[in-house]
């Protein structure tokens, strides 16, 4: 394992060598604002989406919390979970 480490170092070591590392030339000033941005925006929305999904179901976390505390049943609480979930995704869709 230590024979494989010392020569993947050794690789990492010698890239910005190589003729194919373009790393310092090829995000300069305004492409690296750019993709700055857009993995912002990506990680903005990825955010917003996650926010959504958690508020829609909630209701459904809340109920199946419920349901497993009153009956221990994990299979009862699935069951809750989906059934809650399948009616607010209805409830959103109108």
């Known amino acids: 394992?230590?024979?494989l480490d010392a020569f993947l170092f050794s690789l990492v070591q010698?890239?910005?060598?190589?003729?194919?590392?373009?790393?310092?030339?090829?995000?300069?000033?305004?492409?690296d604002i750019?993709?700055?941005?857009?993995?912002l925006v990506i990680g903005i929305?990825?955010?917003v989406l996650l926010v959504a999904a958690?508020?829609?179901?909630?209701?459904?976390?809340i109920v199946a919390?419920?349901?497993w505390f009153l009956t221990g049943s994990f299979?009862?609480?699935g069951i809750a979970f989906l059934v809650v979930a399948l009616i607010s995704?209805?409830?959103?869709?109108d």
């Open 89 to 93: 995704l209805v409830a959103m869709a």
């Open 45 to 47: 929305l990825i955010i």
């Open 75 to 77: 299979f009862y609480a």
């Open 14 to 31: 010698g890239l910005p060598n190589a003729s194919l590392y373009f790393g310092e030339k090829l995000l300069n000033g305004v492409a």
């Open 54 to 61: 958690a508020i829609v179901l909630l209701p459904a976390i």
């Open 34 to 39: 750019l993709g700055g941005i857009i993995l």
């Open 65 to 67: 919390v419920l349901i």
């Open 1 to 3: 394992m230590i024979a």
